[in-house]
Nanobody
Framework: VQLQASGGGLVQAGGSLRLSCAAS????????MGWFRQAPGKEREFVAD????????YYADSVKGRFTISRDNAKNTVFLQMNSLVPEDTAVYYC????????????WGQGTQVTVSS
Protein backbone atom coordinates (compact mmCIF):
# COMPACT_ATOMS: atom_id res chain seq x y z
CA VAL A 1 0.00 0.00 0.00
CA GLN A 2 1.35 3.40 -0.97
CA LEU A 3 0.19 6.98 -0.63
CA GLN A 4 2.02 9.20 -3.11
CA ALA A 5 1.74 12.90 -2.36
CA SER A 6 2.60 15.44 -5.04
CA GLY A 7 2.00 19.04 -6.04
CA GLY A 8 4.22 20.81 -3.57
CA GLY A 9 6.63 23.55 -4.57
CA LEU A 10 7.73 27.12 -4.06
CA VAL A 11 5.07 29.82 -4.26
CA GLN A 12 4.85 33.47 -3.28
CA ALA A 13 2.61 34.62 -0.47
CA GLY A 14 -0.94 34.96 -1.71
CA GLY A 15 -0.50 32.22 -4.25
CA SER A 16 -2.10 28.81 -4.58
CA LEU A 17 -1.09 25.18 -4.81
CA ARG A 18 -3.04 21.98 -5.23
CA LEU A 19 -1.72 18.88 -3.54
CA SER A 20 -2.70 15.40 -4.63
CA CYS A 21 -2.35 12.10 -2.84
CA ALA A 22 -2.79 9.02 -4.98
CA ALA A 23 -3.27 5.72 -3.20
CA SER A 24 -2.31 2.36 -4.60
CA UNK A 25 -2.37 -1.19 -3.35
CA UNK A 26 -5.89 -1.03 -1.94
CA UNK A 27 -9.00 1.08 -2.19
CA UNK A 28 -9.66 3.74 0.44
CA UNK A 29 -13.11 4.51 -0.87
CA UNK A 30 -14.69 3.58 2.45
CA UNK A 31 -12.15 5.32 4.68
CA UNK A 32 -11.58 8.80 5.99
CA MET A 33 -8.47 10.51 4.66
CA GLY A 34 -6.57 13.52 5.86
CA TRP A 35 -3.72 15.97 5.43
CA PHE A 36 -1.14 16.92 8.02
CA ARG A 37 1.93 19.13 7.90
CA GLN A 38 5.19 19.51 9.74
CA ALA A 39 7.21 22.71 9.73
CA PRO A 40 10.93 22.73 10.60
CA GLY A 41 11.43 22.38 14.33
CA LYS A 42 7.74 21.82 14.98
CA GLU A 43 5.54 18.83 15.60
CA ARG A 44 3.30 17.44 12.93
CA GLU A 45 -0.10 19.11 12.96
CA PHE A 46 -3.51 18.36 11.58
CA VAL A 47 -4.61 20.32 8.51
CA ALA A 48 -7.84 18.79 7.21
CA ASP A 49 -9.73 15.55 6.86
CA UNK A 50 -12.61 14.21 4.82
CA UNK A 51 -15.10 11.40 5.33
CA UNK A 52 -15.24 8.42 2.99
CA UNK A 53 -17.88 9.95 0.73
CA UNK A 54 -16.77 13.58 1.03
CA UNK A 55 -19.90 14.46 2.94
CA UNK A 56 -18.02 15.76 5.96
CA UNK A 57 -14.87 17.83 6.06
CA TYR A 58 -13.00 19.35 8.96
CA TYR A 59 -10.21 21.94 9.00
CA ALA A 60 -7.67 23.33 11.39
CA ASP A 61 -8.52 26.91 12.34
CA SER A 62 -5.30 28.14 10.76
CA VAL A 63 -6.38 27.02 7.27
CA LYS A 64 -10.14 27.34 7.46
CA GLY A 65 -11.49 29.43 4.59
CA ARG A 66 -8.25 29.12 2.61
CA PHE A 67 -7.81 25.36 2.11
CA THR A 68 -10.27 22.86 0.65
CA ILE A 69 -9.99 19.11 0.93
CA SER A 70 -11.73 16.89 -1.60
CA ARG A 71 -11.51 13.36 -2.94
CA ASP A 72 -12.14 11.28 -6.03
CA ASN A 73 -12.83 7.72 -4.95
CA ALA A 74 -12.84 6.50 -8.54
CA LYS A 75 -9.19 7.57 -8.72
CA ASN A 76 -8.40 6.64 -5.11
CA THR A 77 -7.06 10.17 -4.67
CA VAL A 78 -7.46 12.96 -2.13
CA PHE A 79 -6.69 16.60 -2.87
CA LEU A 80 -5.84 19.72 -0.90
CA GLN A 81 -6.47 23.03 -2.65
CA MET A 82 -4.49 25.72 -0.87
CA ASN A 83 -5.27 29.37 -1.57
CA SER A 84 -4.06 32.63 -0.08
CA LEU A 85 -0.90 30.95 1.10
CA VAL A 86 1.20 32.62 3.78
CA PRO A 87 4.79 31.93 4.86
CA GLU A 88 3.46 30.14 7.96
CA ASP A 89 2.07 27.46 5.66
CA THR A 90 5.60 26.40 4.79
CA ALA A 91 5.96 22.75 5.77
CA VAL A 92 6.16 19.21 4.53
CA TYR A 93 2.61 18.08 3.85
CA TYR A 94 1.60 14.47 4.45
CA CYS A 95 -1.53 12.64 3.43
CA UNK A 96 -3.00 9.88 5.54
CA UNK A 97 -5.69 7.23 5.20
CA UNK A 98 -7.85 5.06 7.43
CA UNK A 99 -8.58 7.10 10.52
CA UNK A 100 -8.04 5.20 13.77
CA UNK A 101 -8.76 8.06 16.15
CA UNK A 102 -8.01 11.72 16.74
CA UNK A 103 -5.08 12.51 14.43
CA UNK A 104 -4.25 8.82 14.25
CA UNK A 105 -4.13 7.15 10.84
CA UNK A 106 -3.08 3.73 9.67
CA UNK A 107 -1.36 4.75 6.41
CA TRP A 108 0.89 7.73 5.68
CA GLY A 109 2.37 9.18 2.53
CA GLN A 110 5.96 10.29 2.12
CA GLY A 111 5.28 14.02 2.18
CA THR A 112 5.62 16.88 -0.27
CA GLN A 113 7.40 20.15 0.48
CA VAL A 114 5.48 23.42 0.33
CA THR A 115 7.47 26.62 0.64
CA VAL A 116 5.78 30.01 0.71
CA SER A 117 8.03 33.03 0.24
CA SER A 118 7.16 36.45 1.60
Amino acid sequence: VQLQASGGGLVQAGGSLRLSCAASGRSFGRDAMGWFRQAPGKEREFVADISWNGGRTYYADSVKGRFTISRDNAKNTVFLQMNSLVPEDTAVYYCAAVKLGLNRYDYWGQGTQVTVSS
